[in-house]
């Protein structure tokens, strides 16, 4: 079954993004909750967020908005970006998902890592 990965680099200040919230939604007909995480000093997960997933639809939200006002990075209110979700699907049957966010208060990218 495949497995999800992330981690979160704050390119703003060059340094793994410690402490940013991150929900797991399963968009399986109705957007489930699946799993709240808060990531590590490295700016990742301490363990998987899915290790035996089931193929499907699935969104990450990342809170990016109070990250960045915790940092005092953020100038305004309601800040430019708050919260960046992404959606994607785990159709592999033994795949690994890696699904990482390099972001700013300003932009964001993301893409399948390994």
């Known amino acids: 079954m495949p497995r999800l990965t992330t981690h979160v680099l704050d390119t703003a200040r060059g340094v793994p993004a410690a402490g940013l919230r991150i929900e797991l939604y399963a968009l399986a007909g109705a957007r489930t909750l699946v799993k709240t995480v808060t990531t590590n000093a490295n700016g990742r997960t301490d363990e998987?967020?899915?290790?035996?997933?089931?193929s499907g639809l699935y969104e990450l939200t990342f809170h990016v908005g109070a990250y960045?006002?915790?940092?005092k990075?953020?100038?305004?209110q309601p800040p430019f970006l708050d919260q960046v979700?992404?959606?994607?699907?785990m159709t592999e049957?033994?795949?690994?998902?890696?699904?990482?966010l390099l972001v700013s208060p300003w932009s964001?990218?993301?893409y399948r890592g390994s």
Request: charged content about 15%.
């Open 48 to 54: 998987p967020l899915l290790a035996d997933a089931a």
């Open 68 to 71: 960045f006002r915790a940092a």
């Open 73 to 76: 990075l953020t100038e305004t």
């Open 85 to 89: 979700p992404i959606r994607f699907a």
């Open 93 to 100: 049957a033994q795949g690994h998902y890696h699904v990482p």
């Open 108 to 110: 964001y990218t993301t």
